[in-house]
């Protein structure tokens, strides 16, 4: 009985960290002004999560990539977008100049 219990116990745990391979979630700050970070690579399929961090209003607008997205325009909460496209997406916040990032989908 006690083997069996083990046995439950590590599928258990390696169910739980199998999860973030097809499920994974990437998060970037938005401060002000910066994404944070700058630059990151993800796979395929990855949630992205932009999480606003600071008190001016920003956006998450893709102004050259293989797809094209946008947020609202927003001072709190969050924007996710699931990325299924491969390349590269410059991102940047339309209200800040120069508040740019570069995302990789690999
Ligand atoms: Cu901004």
Do not use: E, Q
């Amino acid at each position: 009985m006690k083997k069996a219990l083990a046995i439950v116990a590590a599928g258990a745990v390696s169910a739980a960290v199998a999860v973030p391979a097809f499920a994974a979630t990437k998060t970037i700050s938005v401060k002000d002004n910066l994404f944070s970070p700058k630059t990151t690579t993800v796979r395929k399929g990855t949630k992205v999560k932009w999480v606003w961090r600071g008190n001016a209003p920003h956006n998450v607008v893709v102004t050259k990539g293989p797809a094209k997205f946008r947020s609202t325009v927003k001072t709190s909460g969050s924007f996710t977008k699931k990325v299924t496209r491969r390349g590269t997406y410059t991102i940047v916040c339309t209200i800040h100049n120069g508040m740019t990032m570069k995302l990789r989908v690999k």
